[in-house]
């Protein structure tokens, strides 16, 4: 798996990354995603929408087993990033598949609610 060269976030409570493995774009997060990082986080995901778009991307895992905590602030840039995906042609369309930590209901009960909301691409495995 080779790392792309996009921005990643390295914070003192929160950290995200992004790697390429063939059509599947791998994000790390990790730490507490609140207010401290909203910002970064909406532009972290637009960077990770713009290069699945390009490389025609199959689909996006999202790793979430070390996030320990992601505010509605937050959530409201995934809930943006799923639209953008939603809104794009057929052809540029990718799967969102969220890993989440089975010993953190919170994070089945929140990316479920994510994924109920646009079920032909998103989705969540443990």
């Not at 401290?36 to 999202?62: G, K, M, P, R």
């Not at 052809?91 to 479920?112: E, G, M, N």
Request: glycine letters at 2%.
């Amino acid at each position: 798996m080779t790392a792309f060269p996009l921005p990643v976030i390295q914070h003192r409570t929160f950290d995200a990354s992004l790697a390429i493995d063939n059509a599947t774009l791998r994000v790390k997060l990790a730490g507490t995603a609140d207010l401290l990082v909203q910002q970064q986080l909406a532009s972290f995901l637009d960077a990770v929408h713009t290069c699945a778009t390009d490389h025609l991307a199959t689909s996006v895992l999202v790793d979430l087993n070390d996030l320990g905590f992601i505010n509605s602030s937050c959530l409201k840039s995934m809930v943006t990033w799923i639209f953008k995906v939603r809104t794009e042609d057929k052809p540029r369309q990718y799967q969102i598949i969220f890993l989440t930590d089975p010993k953190a209901r919170w994070q089945q009960r929140s990316f479920h609610a994510l994924s109920s909301m646009c079920a032909e691409l998103v989705s969540t495995q443990e």
